[in-house]
């Protein structure tokens, strides 16, 4: 895939324009043709100037927005989300079977929505993708779990994704919000009905001098990170090893069956078809498909998936985006990032376009600092606080002008964009509307038949569920219990193997690895009854 220069002309310095922009009301408005701005650092054709050649500059960019914080009751509420139709996870009364899934849709779920720090209404990222329907098996015929951070399994078990259908992992990078319930899902799968091996995509090493000068360079890739992941999870999967963690017979996938880019291997010495057996899967971040196949990650002739990688710009050199494509469908999902050239690349995807460009948003440093301060009144830019949240911004994010900057560059638009990793609220939406609005015509709605000028937009909040077809793109909302104890079982077809620890007959042994020296019993020696064994 080769770059268009048509935006490269706006590359501001993260010091000057963001905060000439950001921080009044943060529309970092970087310039553009519904403005008719000039590039602040581009040559006279609209292209980039060499970076040996730049010389900032200051752009005349123009105030942000007037946006209204006075009404407390805003920020309490996403109301636009309250008016979606309802999504049931299970498909009939009983809550027995998964909700079905046209032959030729695919099915988006945020599971995970917000920006750290979390709220209760939001957990952090991860994003549920399902395509078609296998009508034998009745269940999607593929699913795959892109990001999983803090708090979202509850969220999976809710939605009726059990961990069987969570062994594909997609992860954009390391970041705690983005990778910390792969802890709870690797330990608890084989207890649950993932009895079979856990695959992890993800970025290579960051090739990162840390800090300057030092010499020292961290293995702090995707393998090690599973490597150590595997190690610190070492007491719990021993400790539930009388339980079985595999079946017979199971077909391991090969890089013929799923297009890695190379064969996996496990991370320890687990068998290589055990629930506990953690393969990683590591992708070179630099590459974008310049050269055609050099970023596939995922390639399943059987089902027809495909999913690419490219790189992205956050914190530190290694954050990747993913594009999933399916039977003329595609996704995108670009994890964490600033704006940058590949996002934008690939959701022109070569004059096709996308169906869906999930892409990250934050609000202003000033929004996100008065919010943490539970205020209603912006702080002085200058305070310690913005200022913090600025260089996080800077080096990380996304703000919403930049958004929709971006999304203006985007020909053909995408049919539906995904602002994600935002803290929404009736305030917050209404807001980075406007920031959004100043770049190109956006709708925000549930009508697919809008005008050639208009973008539709949406925000994503927990349990927003996205259909998607050739003909239609719809918006739900997941109707779910918070008292449900968990998804429905898909257990595996085959005949589990012994447990590690097991009694002769093969029976899992709970009492291997523990000492009843202690235990009061449920009978006495004389067979008097202290408590019911069977647990009344």
């Known amino acids: 895939m080769t770059h268009s220069n048509k935006t490269e002309s706006v590359d501001l310095t993260r010091r000057d324009a963001l905060k000439l ?22 040559n006279a054709d609209n ?14 960019c123009p105030d942000g927005p007037t946006c209204d914080w006075s009404d407390p009751a805003t920020a309490q509420r996403y109301s636009y989300f309250e008016t979606l139709e309802p999504f049931y996870p299970f498909s009939d009364a009983n809550a027995t079977t998964i909700a079905p899934l046209g032959e030729n849709e695919m099915r988006i779920t945020f599971m995970g929505s917000a920006i750290p720090p979390a709220r209760r209404a939001q957990q952090s990222m991860s994003v549920f993708v399902e395509v078609g329907w296998d009508k034998d098996k009745q269940m999607p015929l593929e699913q795959f779990v892109f990001d999983c951070g803090a708090g979202v399994y509850a969220n999976y078990a809710a939605m009726n994704v059990g961990f069987g259908r969570m062994n594909k992992i997609f992860l954009t990078h390391l970041h705690g919000d983005h990778m910390s319930d792969l802890i709870y899902i690797y330990c608890f799968g084989p207890s649950g009905d993932r009895q079979f091996p856990l695959y992890v995509w993800g970025p290579g090493p960051s090739g990162v ?3 300057p000068g030092s010499g020292k360079y961290y293995d702090d890739g995707t393998k090690a990170f599973c490597a150590q992941l595997r190690a610190a999870c070492r007491w719990h999967s ?63 002739p059987t089902t027809g998936v495909k999913i690419t990688h490219f790189p992205v710009i ?5 954050s990747i985006g993913y594009k999933l494509e399916w039977r003329g469908l595609t996704m995108i ?31 202003p440093a000033q929004v996100w600092a008065m919010k943490m301060a539970r205020s209603t009144t912006l702080p002085d830019e200058s305070s310690a606080l913005v200022q913090d949240l600025q260089m996080v911004q800077n080096s990380s994010h996304s703000p919403q002008g930049a958004f929709g900057y971006l999304l203006s560059q985007i020909n053909p638009r995408p049919r539906l964009t995904v602002a994600t990793h935002f803290p929404v609220a009736d305030d917050t939406v209404a807001c980075a509307m406007k920031s959004v609005q100043a770049h190109c015509n956006v709708i925000q709605g549930r009508d697919p038949k809008l005008g050639e ?17 050739k003909d239609q793109i719809r918006e739900q909302r997941g109707m779910v219990t918070d008292y449900g104890f968990s998804a429905t079982p898909q257990l595996p077809p085959g005949t589990p193997n012994p447990a590690k620890y097991h009694n002769a007959d093969g029976s899992g042994n709970p009492y291997a690895q523990i000492d009843t020296s202690t235990e009061i019993p449920a009978c006495n020696c004389d067979n008097t009854c202290n408590y019911r064994a069977d647990g009344y």
């Not at 922009?21 to 581009?42: E, Q």
């Not at 292209?47 to 005349?60: H, L, Y």
């Not at 956050?314 to 290694?318: E, I, T, V, Y």
Request: hydrophobic share 30%; net charge negative; glycine share 10%.
């Open 47 to 60: 292209t980039r100037i060499a970076e040996a050649d730049c010389t900032p500059t200051t752009c005349a």
């Open 238 to 300: 021993e400790s539930f090893s009388f339980e079985t963690s595999s079946y017979t017979p199971y077909t391991r996938p090969t890089q013929a069956t799923w297009g890695f880019p190379y064969e996996p291997t496990p991370v320890a010495d687990d068998p290589p078809d055990d629930g506990y057996a953690l393969y990683p899967v590591e992708l070179d971040w630099k590459k974008y498909g310049e050269e055609p196949g050099d970023n596939i990650a995922y390639n399943n």
């Open 453 to 469: 000028e208009a973008a539709r937009i949406t925000w994503s909040f927990d349990l927003m569920v996205i259909t998607v077809s």
């Open 209 to 211: 001098e840390s800090p």
């Open 21 to 42: 922009s950001g921080l009044a009301l943060g529309s970092l408005a970087l310039g553009g043709n519904v403005l008719g701005l000039t590039g602040c650092r581009a």
């Open 333 to 363: 999902y670009t994890g964490d990032t600033k704006p940058e050239i590949h996002s934008k690349d690939q959701a022109i995807n070569g004059g096709n376009g996308v169906d869906v460009f999930i892409h990250e948003m934050v609000v």
């Open 314 to 318: 956050h914190a530190r050199k290694g």
